[in-house]
């Protein structure tokens, strides 16, 4: 059956409404919205607000909707770009801190190179012409023709070094070798580990007698080794001078292989060459100071 239809109304009057209820403004909740634990409008547990600060969407002070009672102190609102202040604001600390460090660090370390105690040290650029290594020359006369050196030049080392083939009279080929390096550490001091490396070199190395030298720099300490037993045609002999000046550092080391190949059957003794390293390592580091 169909539904009768609706009889038309006036075009003049208006189609009737609903009675309107008055309208209550939103009150703000803790509640994110639509949460449906959010109490409804006009609850009397509304959160408070701040005094003369209307909520967003809210009415103008007056309306008995609009104000809460309040119910202590209300915090402080962080002002506009408050969090991104306060991230420059830290980052500026953080960039003051890290530089204190920085200078602190550099001041304990002695990061300057005008605080480096280099004693008047120069590093020149051939160790080979400068280093002195005569107390060897009575026994190995012949000079090495082509010797191999290297130097250094930098804000934080120079260094320059010096290996060599010593021949005796009518030899073919090295009969010894010697090495020679100066340090001039201008960064940072030395000493901890030139002591560590140096002092307890038989602790890392078997078979190597170490005696500390007195009269030398700072410190200096004498490692050698004679594996030869006596013998001019096996085993090998070594020796190294190791001294600390202030932040500058010297080694001058000797070693010999014997075979019965070799043609030189007379190396010289150990206890002649650790002499030789001590009068010619004073000598080298005299004129290497300006």
């Known amino acids: 059956m169909s539904t009768p239809p609706h009889p038309p109304q006036p075009a003049d009057q208006p189609a009737p409404q609903p009675p309107q209820q008055p309208a209550v403004p939103p009150q703000p909740t803790a509640y994110p919205y639509p949460n449906p634990q959010s109490p409804p409008p006009g609850a009397f547990h509304a959160q408070p607000t701040l005094v003369g600060q209307p909520a967003p969407g809210q009415a103008q002070p007056g309306n008995p909707y609009a ?7 209300v915090p402080p609102v962080a002002p506009a770009g408050g969090g991104a202040g306060r991230a420059v604001l830290w980052a500026a600390v953080g960039a003051v801190v890290a530089s204190a460090a920085w200078a602190a660090g550099v001041l304990l370390v002695g990061g300057r190179g005008d605080s480096a105690d280099l004693r008047g040290y120069s590093a020149p650029s051939n160790m080979c012409s400068s280093a002195d290594y005569s107390s060897f020359k009575d026994e190995y006369t012949q000079n090495d023709s082509s010797p191999t ?3 250094l030049k930098d804000g934080a080392l120079d260094e320059s070094y010096c290996s060599l083939g010593l021949k005796k009279p009518g030899s073919s080929y090295a009969d ?5 390096q100066l340090d001039l550490h201008k ?3 030395p000493a901890p580990e030139f002591t560590a490396t140096w002092k307890n070199y038989g602790d890392s190395h078997t078979g190597y007698d170490v005696d500390p030298v007195e009269g030398i720099g700072d410190e200096a300490y004498l490692v050698s080794q004679d594996t030869s ?9 070594y ?3 190791a001294v600390r000046d202030g932040w500058v550092t010297y080694t001058m080391s000797y070693s010999v292989y014997l075979t019965s190949y070799d043609e030189d059957k007379d190396p010289p003794a150990l206890t002649d060459v650790t002499d030789w390293l001590k009068t010619d390592a004073k000598a080298t580091l005299r004129q290497l100071k300006d």
């Open 149 to 151: 050196r290297t130097s």
């Open 187 to 189: 960064r940072t001091d």
């Open 176 to 180: 010894a070798y010697l090495t020679m």
């Open 229 to 237: 037993n006596g013998s001019s045609s096996s085993g090998s002999r």
């Open 239 to 241: 020796a190294t001078l």
């Open 67 to 73: 104000q809460a009672p309040q119910y202590g102190p």
